[in-house]
């Protein structure tokens, strides 16, 4: 009795321990964010949680109008690793308004606004006076890797770098896609922190939604940017969040296994895993 008692006790607590569900933190601006860029747009981390079931809780810390920088400069970054409970997974996703260079006498709401980085994909940086404060400005993968680094080092089980979302493939009239500079930049900086082996991984998250709305065809595409060509309808911020999960599950990361969905189901929808090579650090 006593003994039984005993085992069933020692029993519960090891399926507590293993019934822990891993959040997923996601950093990024508006075509991420809750409410994505207002005025009944979304943003695609809204409907992520629906790929993952009860297998993981998504915490949606994207922001509108936020870069690299501002993320970073903000301190939304150390929000999350002041949350962040070992076992999690950071998704970074950053680069459309990560673009040009960082000005002097910006404030908050003139000029770069303060989210430019320096250019560069290396240590370059920049000095500038952004709302009265110098500001020492480092480029895009230098803001990426050094989150990343301090997100595995509080014992995250992993970080994804994605790369930004396209605009509205079918804006001139005609399919056209091509991979911007932070997309290749999100690369870099995955491959420099070590890529898979050091539960590092890119999901090539622009390619998947362009291949994903160029199955969809123009007109509904088109309908689905109600604002302008970059912040989506729900229903697109959808498709954009089903893109995410088919490039995590076309790569080698673990937590495509915590994934509800079937690959075959995702890309009978969404279209096929995208060619991809031992370089690719998916
Ligand atoms: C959003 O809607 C508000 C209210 O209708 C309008 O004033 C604003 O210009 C819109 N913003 C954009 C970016 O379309
Ligand atoms: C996400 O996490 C942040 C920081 O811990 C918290 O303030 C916020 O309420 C969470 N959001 C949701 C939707 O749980
Ligand atoms: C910046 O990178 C260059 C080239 O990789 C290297 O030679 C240099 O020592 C680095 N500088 C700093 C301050 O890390
Ligand atoms: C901003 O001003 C400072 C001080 O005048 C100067 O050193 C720096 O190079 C300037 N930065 C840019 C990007 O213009
Ligand atoms: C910057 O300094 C000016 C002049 O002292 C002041 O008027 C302004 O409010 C300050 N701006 C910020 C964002 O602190
Ligand atoms: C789209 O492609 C078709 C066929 O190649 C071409 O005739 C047409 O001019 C193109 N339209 C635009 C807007 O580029
Ligand atoms: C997975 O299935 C759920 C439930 O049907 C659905 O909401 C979600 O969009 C699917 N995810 C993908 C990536 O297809
Ligand atoms: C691997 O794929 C990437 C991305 O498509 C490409 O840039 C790279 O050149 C390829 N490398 C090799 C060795 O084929």
Not at 12 to 19: G, K, N, Q, R
Not at 25 to 54: C, M, V
Not at 148 to 177: C, H, M
Request: proline share 5%; net charge neutral; aromatic share 10%.
């Amino acid at each position: 009795m006593k003994l039984q008692s005993m085992l069933a006790c020692l029993l519960s607590t090891a399926i507590v321990v293993s019934a822990k569900v891993s959040t997923i933190w996601l950093a990024g601006d508006s075509t991420t964010a809750p409410d994505g860029g207002h005025n009944g747009t979304e943003g695609w981390g809204q409907y992520l949680k629906y790929s993952f079931g009860d297998q993981a809780v998504v915490n949606n810390s994207a922001y509108a109008g936020r870069s690299a920088r501002s993320f970073t400069r903000e301190g939304r970054f150390d929000k999350i690793a002041q949350a962040l409970q070992p076992g999690d997974w950071v998704v970074i996703e950053f680069g459309i308004n990560d673009a040009g260079a960082p000005q002097n006498g910006s404030t908050s709401t003139t000029g770069d606004k303060g989210r430019a980085d320096c250019p560069g994909a290396g240590n370059q940086t920049c000095t500038v006076v952004f709302n009265n404060a110098t500001e020492v400005v480092q480029t895009f993968p230098t803001y990426v890797k050094a989150t990343a680094r301090k997100f595995l080092d509080l014992g995250a089980a992993g970080v994804v770098i994605a790369e930004q979302l396209p605009t509205n493939v079918w804006e001139s009239g005609n399919y056209s896609y091509r991979s911007p500079i932070f997309a290749y930049y999100s690369q870099l900086a995955t491959l420099e922190l070590g890529g898979p082996a050091s539960n590092v991984f890119f999901v090539q998250h622009g390619g998947y939604a362009a291949q994903a709305q160029r199955l969809l065809g123009k007109t509904v595409v088109d309908a689905n940017y109600p604002m302008d060509h970059t912040h989506t309808a729900p229903f697109l911020a959808d498709v954009h969040s089903q893109a995410f999960v088919l490039g995590l599950k076309c790569g080698t990361s673990p937590l495509a296994n915590l994934v509800v969905n079937a690959t075959a189901r995702i890309e009978q929808a969404r279209g096929p895993c995208l060619p991809a090579n031992a370089t690719l650090p998916i």
